[in-house]
């Protein structure tokens, strides 16, 4: 069974290279063959699926050997692969929503010339995601890693055409670029520290570690988490990514990629629980990504950065649960995969509105589009539901747990954390009936000479509806008995928080804020006529459009020092660095030039170097011996 | 006193010569990659003698096509049959060894043999012979550059069908250069496929002045080198009263037992076993092109014919550190200590040397034949390391280098103009915009020249340094990385020149090869890249042929 796990990388992999190498013959079949392979990927990842269910807990964990790289004494840098029960969840849900998204834009790119490219892409993006959960060491995760960096590079800017899509994959890269530099530095650490890169050895010797190590490869996972994962302080790309095509935002920016940083800490689960003070670091950046991304998502008018605001405000919840140790780490898996369902699910629902209103971004200029798409309404509308966390979807089981454990912190950490994810679950109820009510209710602002919205094809709305049941669901499903957690004990290890407040309550605060949320939503736009164009608004507001200001931070603070360090470095490197440089150069040009002197031509003079080498080569030896 | 009476004793002993001889016993088997080559040669002179001459060009082609496969897979099939490490053995009567070391190298040589055969076979690329096909070799050898019969025989279309032949003496010759375990044996296989590379140097079809003097000067400088060889083994000889490699090292370590009278007075004298080693060495270093015995390379390089370079930069290389390997691993371990911080400075002034000189080269051929010297360096590291894993990093290099080599020259053979071969690096600028292919191959070889990771070059290079500084030399490896950043700058400015250069409007034009030209490059690019991506089964099959026979 373990030789079919290099399979599922092998699968896509090929498939992009089909397509990338393939050249124009390709472009008539190029979506077909990219679906194909995705799909095939996902059929293996089923297999293996059945198989596992039918092993016990303890014997489920495979091991695939393909090759080292050059051993070299102690390193060794494995080709290996390891799917256990959390490798396995997100095989799952990458080759699943990935084989539905690349359904889905099948139609969806339908009129885009590059279609094959698009799909070549696809293809390199399941390949290289699937390569970071299976590895099993942190160098071959990196690999991966960075694999999804450069996918998500490529299709942000897939529409390079247009400037602000190539600003923005520009932009997303190089901020990835900090979080991959503490991955990097985090892996040289841990072979220095334990002396190997595998995920075994790693994670069952941080017992006999000393906590500052630990600390440090903690926060260093943590940063790139961040990068990854868009939590703050690397959340500025998030936003600008949503200039890629929507299935890319909803597959890379919403329900696989961007949670590549949450794996990484649950994977690494060992080494958080062993340095606190890296934990503390964890919940903290979570909550306060909660919190951030669900303001910005409050204000934005473009249909897809206010999805990606609630994005980047989920992955907070996620964040918040892994950071709180094994009372966290199966809940925020869980939300992970529901959020994978439903966050996928609106994404595509918001690409189908735009398909049917000629790519139309601004809600304000949407409204009463239920009547003219009826499935996407509905697919969007229990997408809805399910993320604020109506009682029975899915997002409810999800977010409810990871809202108890954050009480079960305890002391006023507890409760800090606590407040923040029920007031997180508050703004979430706000910001997602805003833009449901803006998008499908009320009059309709568009003009009908100009736009003729209607419902998209099969091909797109039958993913939507398959995502769409997930959404609904999923939780439900993963609850019963506490199915998901028993499946994911583990690998993760579980223990029961012990909250302050009873479940019940938390359930019951969390049923009252949601309702405050939708009804403070429904009293502002759904009773008031919503302004076709936005008005001023409050300082808050202004602030939150302009994503909570990160980018002027981000531009005073980090572009114009980085600038007055560049310019110094670029006067030393002028100075000091070339003209050693190019001294030495110069020097052994000179050398060179005198050198090749010797090069007479004259085979006499040869000869006669010849012999003096050999009266040379005599002597040493002769001298070595002291004959 | 003592010499009269060991001059008297010598003729005692020779008056009481054995009456009987023992015929020797020879296992064909074991032989049968050099028989076989060997063979094909005699066959091939027949041909030439017998077969209408336009026949000639396919019947040698196949022939040695042929008999080298069969060959190879005359090596694969003895070191399947455990020849290369439990069955390891000396074969014809302790001359020839039968191991690890001389089944990897016979098998490199083999292969590399082949594929040059498809370069020398090349009929597609030179276009002014009055219509005919030819390949780069002269269409009389034997006529006056310039005069009325070389003139006719250009008009009648004739080449030069006898390098076929030539080319299979000198592998195999080659094929027991490596092998050889008694200083005799050496010293034969080395005229072996020396004399055949005189006369194939010698054999251009254009700029045949150059090929003719670049032929002399080798044959001078190699004749002399040979020399100093034969002296070394003379005294040796003298120092150990036997020839075969066993019978030396015995005497090295235990000193002598049992005292020829007739060398009475030499045996055991470790100044003999000094000198003689020195000498030894020296003429093995010049076939390698080692400092200070490497003043022929660039010319021989430049004026031979371009497949010819190809094949003798990289077959000779092989045999030749293949031999350099059994000496030292063989006969001289037991003076370790004697002949290790020769050898560093060798190879140290043999890698400064080649990187730093390269750098003022304007043309390709020449470049390459520096370049050639620096790796020679490298590789000295590695045989200076004295432990397995230097023998096994020594065989992969060779193995990767030589295909690299290979496939850069016969992509200089594709870059003409009007007067041939365009070498002169000028010609090159902007080459990379009008044929991206051939450039982009030619920037792969040199890469892995240059030891860039993902090549071939890379995992040698690190193979040897690794092996180098394991025993102790550090610092040697130290000078082989500066060597190699100084060598990286001309490597890095011929790609340079090729496709950030704009291309001259008077520059030459890349010439469509037939398949067997291809092919040779093909196999050398994929060679660079296998060995370069996955060098670790190739690292493997190296380090379980790392151990020799005594």
């Given at each position: 069974m373990e030789n079919l796990i290099a399979l599922l990388v092998a699968a896509p992999l090929v498939g992009a290279a089909l397509l990338l190498c393939g050249g124009r013959r390709l472009d008539r079949a190029g979506h077909w063959i990219g679906s194909l392979f995705a799909v095939a990927s996902f059929a293996v990842a089923v297999v293996l699926f059945a198989d596992m269910l039918g092993k016990s807990a303890e014997h489920r964990a495979l091991h695939q050997h393909l090759f080292s790289w050059i051993p070299v004494g102690g390193f060794r840098a494995d080709l290996a692969f390891q799917l256990d029960q959390l490798s396995m969840t997100f095989v799952l849900l990458i080759t699943g929503v990935g084989s539905l998204i690349h359904i889905y834009s099948i139609g969806y790119m339908e009129h885009d010339e590059r279609r094959r490219r698009f799909f070549g892409y696809l293809n390199l993006f399941l390949a290289a995601m699937l390569l970071l959960v299976l590895a099993d060491n942190y160098l071959l995760l990196y690999v991966g890693w960075e694999g999804v960096g450069l996918a998500s590079y490529l299709l942000i800017g897939f529409w390079q055409h247009k400037p602000s899509a190539a600003t923005a994959a520009k932009k997303a890269f190089l901020v990835n670029r900090v979080g991959d530099m503490g991955l990097s530095i985090a892996i040289m650490l841990m072979f220095t520290t334990f002396g190997t890169f595998a995920f075994g050895p790693v994670l069952a010797s941080t017992g006999a570690t000393g906590e500052g190590r630990l600390t440090a490869i903690g926060l260093l996972l943590l940063l790139a988490a961040c990068g990854k994962s868009a939590q703050v302080p690397l959340q500025s790309w998030l936003g600008d990514a949503m200039e890629?095509?929507?299935?890319?935002?909803?597959?890379?920016?919403?329900?696989?990629?961007?949670?590549?940083?949450?794996?990484?800490?649950?994977?690494?689960?060992?080494?958080?629980?062993?340095?606190?003070?890296?934990?503390?670091?964890?919940?903290?950046?979570?909550?306060?990504?909660?919190?951030?991304?669900?303001?910005?998502?409050?204000?934005?008018?473009?249909?897809?950065?206010?999805?990606?605001?609630?994005?980047?405000?989920?992955?907070?919840?996620?964040?918040?649960?892994?950071?709180?140790?094994?009372?966290?780490?199966?809940?925020?898996?869980?939300?992970?995969?529901?959020?994978?369902?439903?966050?996928?699910?609106?994404?595509?629902?918001?690409?189908?509105?735009?398909?049917?209103?000629?790519?139309?971004?601004?809600?304000r200029r949407y409204g009463g589009l239920r009547t003219h798409m009826p499935i996407t309404f509905v697919t969007f509308g229990l997408g809805y539901l399910a993320i604020i966390g109506f009682p029975g979807l899915s997002g409810f089981f999800s977010k409810d747990k990871i809202i108890e454990a954050a009480f079960a912190r305890g002391g006023t950490e507890g409760w800090v954390l606590g407040g923040a994810a029920l007031l997180g679950a508050a703004i979430t109820a706000f910001y997602m009936t805003r833009v449901m009510l803006m998008t499908f209710f009320g009059e309709r602002r568009w003009d009908p000479e100009e736009v003729h919205p209607?419902?998209?094809?099969?091909?797109?709305?039958?993913?939507?509806?398959?995502?769409?049941?997930?959404?609904?669901?999923?939780?439900?499903?993963?609850?019963?008995?506490?199915?998901?957690?028993?499946?994911?004990?583990?690998?993760?290890?579980?223990?029961?928080?012990?909250?302050?407040?009873?479940?019940?309550?938390?359930?019951?605060?969390?049923?009252?804020?949601?309702?405050?949320?939708?009804?403070?939503?429904?009293?502002?736009?759904?009773?008031?006529?919503?302004?076709a164009v936005a008005p001023r608004g409050s300082l808050l507001t202004r602030a939150a459009r302009r994503d909570l200001l990160q980018d002027d931070f981000n531009h005073v603070v980090l572009v114009r020092g980085g600038e007055h360090l560049t310019r110094t470095l670029v006067y030393l490197d002028h100075s000091l660095v070339d003209g050693a440089v190019n001294g030495t150069a110069a020097s052994m040009g000179g050398l060179s030039g005198r050198l090749r002197q010797l090069q007479t031509g004259f085979v006499r003079s040869y000869a006669v170097q010849m012999l003096g080498g050999a009266a040379v080569l005599v002597a040493a030896t002769l001298l070595m011996r002291g004959v | 006193m003592s010499s009269v009476a060991s001059v008297h004793s010598l003729w005692t002993v020779a008056a009481g010569a054995p009456d009987r001889i023992p015929a020797p016993r020879i296992e064909y088997a074991q032989l049968s990659p050099t028989l076989i080559v060997l063979g094909a040669a005699v066959v091939g002179i027949v041909i030439e003698a017998f077969l209408p001459r336009r026949s000639r060009y396919y019947a040698q082609l196949l022939l040695s096509v042929v008999s080298l496969a069969a060959a190879f897979a005359a090596v694969i099939g003895l070191a399947a049959g455990g020849f290369g490490s439990s069955k390891a053995h000396l074969a014809a009567m302790g001359a020839i060894a039968v191991d690890g070391p001389a089944l990897f190298l016979q098998g490199t040589i083999l292969l590399v043999s082949l594929i040059a055969v498809f370069t020398f076979a090349e009929r597609r690329l030179d276009p002014a012979a009055h219509g005919n096909r030819v390949d780069s070799f002269a269409a009389q050898p034997a006529a006056v550059p310039g005069g009325t019969a070389e003139q006719a025989a250009v008009k009648a279309g004739f080449t030069t069908t006898e390098v076929f032949p030539i080319l299979l003496f000198a592998v195999g010759g080659m094929l027991i250069f490596p092998a050889a375990n008694d200083l005799l044996t050496l010293f034969i296989a080395l005229e072996v496929f020396s004399l055949p590379l005189y006369i194939l140097c010698a054999l251009a079809r254009r700029q045949r002045l150059l090929s003719q003097e670049s032929a002399v000067k080798y044959f001078l400088l190699g004749a002399f080198s040979s020399a100093f060889l034969l002296f070394g083994v003379a005294l040796l000889y003298g120092y150990a009263g036997t020839v075969t490699y066993a019978g030396i090292a015995e005497v090295v370590s235990d000193g002598a037992k049992q005292i020829d009278p007739a060398l009475a007075g030499t045996m055991g004298n470790d100044a003999l076993l000094l000198i003689g080693g020195?000498?030894?060495?020296?003429?093995?270093?010049?076939?390698?092109?080692?400092?200070?015995?490497?003043?022929?390379?660039?010319?021989?390089?430049?004026?031979?014919?371009?497949?010819?370079?190809?094949?003798?930069?990289?077959?000779?290389?092989?045999?030749?550190?293949?031999?350099?390997?059994?000496?030292?691993?063989?006969?001289?371990?037991?003076?370790?200590?004697?002949?290790?911080?020769?050898?560093?400075?060798?190879?140290?002034?043999?890698?400064?040397?080649?990187?730093?000189?390269?750098?003022?080269?304007?043309?390709?051929?020449?470049?390459?034949?520096?370049?050639?010297?620096?790796?020679?360096?490298?590789?000295?590291?590695?045989?200076?390391?004295?432990?397995?894993?230097?023998?096994?990093?020594?065989?992969?290099?060779?193995?990767?280098?030589?295909?690299?080599?290979?496939?850069?020259?016969?992509?200089?053979?594709?870059?003409?103009?009007?007067?041939?071969?365009?070498?002169?690096?000028?010609?090159?600028?902007?080459?990379?915009?009008?044929?991206?292919?051939v450039a982009a191959v030619f920037a792969v070889f040199l890469l892995a020249f240059a030891g860039i990771p993902l090549t071939s070059g890379f995992a040698g290079k690190f193979a040897v340094f690794k092996a180098a500084a394991e025993s102790g030399a550090g610092w040697l490896v130290v000078v082989g990385v500066i060597s190699s950043a100084i060598a990286a700058f001309f490597y890095i400015r011929v790609i340079v020149l090729m496709f950030f250069s704009e291309p001259k409007t008077d520059g030459p034009t890349v010439a469509v090869p037939s398949a067997l030209t291809s092919t040779a490059i093909a196999v050398g690019v994929a060679a660079t890249l296998v060995l370069g991506l996955a060098p670790q089964y190739f690292l493997d099959l190296a380090g379980q042929a790392g151990v020799f026979i005594r």
């Open positions: 890629g095509p929507t299935p890319v935002s909803a597959l890379i920016h919403a329900a696989t990629m961007v949670t590549a940083g949450v794996y990484l800490i649950t994977r690494s689960g060992a080494i958080f629980n062993a340095a606190p003070d890296a934990q503390t670091a964890v919940v903290a950046v979570g909550a306060v990504t909660l919190l951030f991304g669900a303001i910005v998502g409050c204000a934005k008018d473009d249909i897809k950065k206010a999805l990606a605001g609630s994005t980047m405000s989920q992955i907070g919840y996620m964040v918040l649960a892994a950071g709180l140790g094994p009372i966290g780490y199966a809940f925020a898996i869980m939300h992970l995969v529901t959020h994978g369902f439903f966050k996928a699910g609106l994404f595509l629902g918001a690409g189908s509105v735009m398909h049917g209103m000629n790519d139309e971004v601004d809600m209607h419902e998209s094809p099969k091909v797109m709305t039958i993913p939507m509806i398959v995502l769409a049941v997930g959404s609904v669901f999923a939780g439900g499903l993963f609850s019963i008995n506490e199915a998901f957690v028993t499946w994911l004990e583990p690998v993760t290890s579980f223990a029961h928080g012990h909250s302050p407040v009873s479940a019940g309550a938390v359930t019951a605060a969390t049923m009252v804020v949601l309702l405050i949320g939708v009804g403070i939503a429904w009293r502002m736009y759904g009773r008031k006529e919503v302004p | 020195a000498l030894l060495l020296m003429g093995l270093l010049f076939k390698v092109g080692a400092v200070p015995f490497h003043m022929w390379t660039p010319d021989v390089y430049q004026g031979a014919p371009t497949p010819v370079t190809g094949f003798m930069a990289a077959a000779t290389k092989v045999a030749a550190f293949g031999a350099l390997l059994r000496l030292l691993y063989v006969v001289l371990p037991g003076m370790r200590w004697d002949w290790r911080p020769v050898m560093w400075g060798v190879a140290i002034i043999t890698m400064l040397g080649g990187a730093i000189i390269a750098i003022t080269q304007t043309d390709i051929k020449r470049l390459l034949a520096y370049s050639s010297i620096a790796h020679a360096g490298f590789i000295l590291a590695g045989v200076i390391a004295a432990s397995r894993d230097g023998i096994s990093s020594v065989l992969f290099y060779l193995a990767a280098y030589s295909f690299v080599t290979l496939g850069a020259f016969a992509v200089v053979t594709l870059v003409r103009d009007a007067g041939g071969e365009a070498t002169h690096l000028s010609k090159w600028a902007g080459l990379g915009r009008r044929s991206p292919l």
